[in-house]
């Protein structure tokens, strides 16, 4: 976020997007999410507003295997697990709709 500071001190064109969900799901309970959804205290509030969390779709590419399906599906597949996980674990609200790439991809438009 420093980096962005310099082009955008009060960080009005900053979106922060926090990927890689999926292997966080064993550490979050429903005693921490909404804190890490918080960045533990670390995000300023003029960027948590603008704050999106999500899994993207990976597979094995040590050896040059390409995408093994439909990437729209997969997105939505990661997006609607990321939601599941996230509410299993009792997300406040007000930090679900930063959950997934559907919710990344409604405030972008």
């Known amino acids: 976020l420093g980096r962005c500071k310099r082009f955008d001190p009060q960080h009005r064109r900053t979106i922060l997007v926090r990927n890689k969900l999926d292997k966080y ?64 674990r009792n997300i406040s609200a007000k930090f679900e709709k930063m959950v997934g790439f559907d919710n990344f991809s409604q405030f972008m438009e």
């Open 25 to 88: 799901y064993g550490d979050l309970h429903s005693s921490n999410i909404n804190q890490w959804m918080e960045g533990m205290g670390d995000i300023p509030p003029e960027i948590l507003k603008k704050t999106y969390t999500m899994s993207l779709p990976h597979w094995d590419t040590s050896q040059g295997q390409s995408c093994p399906g439909d990437f729209g599906k997969m997105l939505r597949e990661r997006a609607a697990a990321d939601l599941t996980q996230t509410r299993e």
